[in-house]
């Protein structure tokens, strides 16, 4: 008998348990007009992920319960459709296939005790058919690498959820499960034909390749077919790609959604076998990592209620990009952009910030820093008398355009978007309360290198109406802070393109520094970048979040101490 599943690729919120609630109604609703018999819903769909210290709070469990009790009630209407959703669980009942509604903790209002793991609160999955929730699965792998510590807030279970539709048993695990073995062996021993899988699985580059590869591996292991179902959208620096997708018995690729879209799609099947559905194109690295920074953007200024976002616009490739990202995650009228010149300030830069605004369509100001500049200046020289300038002055011109925007931003009620980029903030090219005040930093995971390959891909790709809106010169100048006279990056870095690769393999790859430089880099430019890495780490502890890319990325997949003496020697 043949049954149709909808994959469910939706966009939540944390925390939002009733916009959750009805987007999750609304998705029901669109799969069961087109016929649909089993929804899946993502990892933690109802309340949004991930939730982090929220889920240290009682009352965020009794708002699931509630938000639960509310979601099934809404699908009663919706005949013949069964819905699976993800959920935080503070219980004491049991999660059997077929047990009634798992009942929450008599005593929920209690505090939930740090420093031994809990006992009763877990990641869950609930079926609801008929308005009724009929089983519950509790997750058996706790990720707590990379940016995840779910063990933390969960406790594990190791029993399974497997129930019958239309004559196929369909088992249940959860995200992080199906990495390892034995979720889903211990379902299929329970007579599961098919393997369901809601996730949260946040993106990296390349990382939907892998998620096929790891399934690809439990079933060798177990035979059965997988349904893979995958959030979409941006929590603070996560960004969830979707990316659903379905593989048969022999590992082959069925049916796949797209990345960074939301939606839902229906995969029929027949007994345990999925009939073949529509598989999205794969998108190139540059596509995916420019999706991603614009649903970055679009969910972080939306979600937290910002009317739009303000930019300092230098004439430079990072400060384009960044622009270039809000246009298209909020629209021009929703994006201001800011030049600040000095007296370094070439005219090209101030031509070609003006040139990309008027391209993109945003409004556009200038405000000239030199009169402020002298007023410190001048109100700082007995204090300075007899030294040179240096990085101060140089720092004092960055301060000033921060405040600058900030104070546009306190007036406005917008945010600022900053433009460091990863390469400059691991080593601290970069100024405290200057270019790294703001509210969100746009590309601070993304090397310098892949900036420019951001840049040329967003002028030439076809599926944007407008192309070609960053300048060429922009991208073929040499990049400068123009801080003080004739001043170019590569005066105080090694060229980028060293420097990326030395950071990735340091920073993101944990190499050895005599495997980098066995690798061909010079001792000298290895000793001086993970140097710079390890002493500015006081300086990005400081920086706003921003959207994650990389597989590790500054913040919370790095946890370096700012006070240390250890030096790793290069021989």
Same mark, same amino acid.
């Given at each position: 008998?043949?049954?149709?599943?909808?994959?469910?690729?939706i966009?939540?919120?944390?925390g939002?348990?009733?916009?959750?609630?009805?987007?999750?109604?609304?998705?029901?609703?669109?799969?069961?007009?087109?016929?649909?018999?089993?929804?899946?819903?993502?990892?933690?769909?109802?309340?949004?992920?991930?939730?982090?210290?929220?889920l240290? #709070?009682?009352?965020?469990?009794?708002?699931?319960?509630?938000?639960?009790?509310?979601?099934?009630?809404?699908?009663?209407?919706?005949?013949?459709l069964?819905?699976?959703?993800?959920?935080?669980?503070?219980?004491?009942?049991?999660?059997?296939?077929?047990?009634?509604?798992?009942?929450?903790?008599?005593?929920a209002?209690?505090?939930?005790?740090?420093?031994?793991?809990?006992?009763?609160?877990?990641? !869950?999955a609930?079926?609801?058919?008929?308005?009724?929730?009929v089983?519950?699965?509790?997750?058996?792998?706790?990720?707590? !690498?990379e940016?995840?510590?779910?063990?933390?807030y969960?406790?594990?279970d190791?029993?399974?959820?497997v129930?019958?539709?239309?004559?196929?048993?369909?088992?249940?695990?959860?995200c992080?499960?199906?990495?390892?073995?034995?979720?889903?062996?211990?379902?299929?021993?329970a007579?599961?034909?098919?393997?369901?899988?809601?996730?949260?699985? @946040?993106?990296?580059?390349?990382?939907?390749?892998?998620?096929?590869?790891i399934?690809?591996?439990?079933?060798?292991?177990?035979?059965?077919?997988m349904?893979?179902?995958?959030?979409?959208?941006?929590?603070?620096?996560?960004?969830?790609?979707?990316?659903?997708?379905?593989?048969?018995?022999?590992?082959?690729?069925?049916?796949?959604?797209?990345?960074?879209?939301?939606?839902?799609a &229906?995969v029929e099947?027949?007994?345990?076998? @999925?009939?073949?559905?529509?598989?999205?194109?794969?998108?190139?690295?540059?596509?995916?990592?420019?999706?991603?920074?614009?649903?970055?953007?679009?969910?972080?200024?939306?979600?937290?209620?910002?009317?739009?976002?303000?930019?300092?616009?230098s004439?430079?490739?990072?400060?384009?990009?960044?622009?270039?990202i809000?246009?298209d995650?909020?629209?021009?009228?929703r994006? #201001?952009?800011?030049?600040?010149?000095?007296r370094?300030?070439?005219?090209?830069?101030?031509?070609d910030?003006?040139?990309?605004?008027?391209?993109?369509?945003v409004?556009?100001?200038e405000?000239?820093?030199?009169?402020?500049?002298?007023?410190?200046?001048?109100?700082?020289?007995?204090?300075f008398e007899?030294?040179?300038?240096?990085?101060?002055?140089?720092?004092?011109?960055?301060?000033?355009?921060?405040?600058?925007l900030?104070?546009?931003?306190n007036?406005?009620?917008?945010?600022?978007?900053?433009?460091?980029?990863k390469?400059?903030?691991?080593?601290?090219?970069?100024?405290?309360?200057?270019?790294?005040?703001?509210?969100?930093?746009?590309?601070?995971? &993304?090397?310098k290198t892949l900036?420019?390959?951001?840049?040329?891909?967003r002028?030439?790709?076809?599926?944007?109406a407008? #192309?070609? &809106?960053?300048p060429?010169?922009?991208?073929t100048?040499?990049?400068? !802070?123009?801080?003080?006279?004739?001043?170019?990056?590569?005066?105080?870095?090694?060229?980028?393109?060293?420097?990326?690769?030395?950071?990735?393999?340091?920073?993101?790859?944990?190499?050895?520094?005599?495997?980098?430089?066995?690798?061909?880099?010079?001792?000298?430019?290895?000793?001086?970048?993970?140097?710079?890495?390890?002493?500015?780490?006081?300086?990005?502890?400081?920086? @706003? &979040?921003?959207?994650?890319?990389?597989?590790?990325?500054?913040?919370?997949?790095?946890?370096?101490?700012?006070?240390?003496?250890?030096?790793?020697?290069?021989?």
């Open positions: 008998m043949k049954t149709r599943i909808a994959l469910a690729q966009n939540v919120t944390v939002d348990f009733a916009g959750n609630v009805a987007r999750i109604v609304a998705a029901a609703r669109a799969a069961h007009a087109d016929g649909a018999h089993l929804m899946i819903a993502p990892e933690l769909a109802l309340s949004g992920y991930p939730p982090e210290d929220l240290l #709070r009682p009352a965020f469990y009794a708002a699931s319960a509630a938000a639960l009790a509310e979601l099934a009630a809404k699908l009663k209407p919706l005949d013949g069964a819905v699976l959703v993800g959920h935080p669980l503070r219980s004491t009942g049991a999660g059997a296939a077929g047990a009634s509604a798992t009942s929450v903790d008599g005593n209002n209690r505090p939930i005790e740090r420093g031994v793991p809990p006992s009763d609160t877990y990641n !869950a609930s079926l609801i058919v008929g308005g009724d929730v089983g519950t699965y509790r997750k058996q792998e706790l990720p707590n !690498a940016v995840f510590d779910e063990l933390r969960f406790a594990s190791a029993e399974p959820l129930f019958e539709l239309n004559g196929t048993k369909f088992g249940v695990v959860i992080e499960d199906a990495w390892h073995a034995s979720a889903a062996q211990i379902a299929k021993a007579g599961a034909d098919v393997i369901l899988i809601p996730n949260g699985s @946040p993106y990296h580059m390349n990382k939907d390749a892998v998620r096929v590869d399934l690809r591996a439990r079933i060798r292991e177990t035979g059965l077919p349904v893979y179902v995958n959030l979409v959208g941006a929590q603070d620096e996560l960004v969830f790609d979707g990316g659903s997708f379905v593989l048969d018995k022999d590992g082959a690729l069925v049916a796949k959604m797209p990345q960074f879209e939301e939606g839902h &229906i099947f027949d007994g345990a076998r @999925p009939l073949s559905g529509a598989i999205a194109p794969e998108l190139s690295v540059e596509a995916q990592v420019y999706r991603a920074l614009v649903m970055g953007v679009r969910d972080y200024i939306g979600k937290n209620g910002f009317p739009g976002a303000i930019i300092g616009l004439g430079g490739v990072d400060s384009a990009l960044v622009l270039a809000a246009c995650a909020l629209g021009a009228d994006v #201001r952009a800011v030049m600040m010149p000095s370094y300030t070439a005219d090209i830069s101030t031509t910030a003006a040139d990309m605004a008027k391209r993109v369509g409004r556009y100001d405000i000239a820093i030199a009169p402020m500049f002298d007023a410190f200046r001048g109100s700082l020289a007995r204090e007899g030294r040179a300038e240096d990085a101060t002055e140089e720092n004092i011109q960055a301060r000033i355009r921060g405040t600058l900030m104070a546009l931003s007036k406005f009620g917008s945010i600022v978007l900053t433009t460091g980029n390469s400059e903030m691991a080593v601290g090219y970069c100024t405290l309360y200057g270019d790294m005040a703001g509210g969100f930093a746009v590309i601070k995971d &993304i090397a900036v420019y390959r951001l840049c040329h891909y002028n030439a790709a076809p599926e944007f407008q #192309r070609d &809106i960053i060429e010169r922009i991208l100048r040499a990049p400068s !802070a123009e801080l003080r006279e004739n001043q170019t990056d590569q005066d105080s870095l090694p060229p980028y393109d060293v420097l990326d690769a030395i950071m990735r393999m340091y920073m993101e790859e944990d190499r050895p520094l005599p495997e980098i430089v066995a690798a061909g880099y010079g001792e000298a430019d290895v000793k001086r970048v993970t140097r710079l890495i390890k002493i500015n780490e006081y300086k990005r502890r400081q920086a @706003p &979040i921003g959207i994650r890319v990389t597989h590790r990325a500054f913040g919370r997949d790095w946890r370096y101490p700012i006070t240390s003496r250890f030096t790793e020697r290069v021989d």
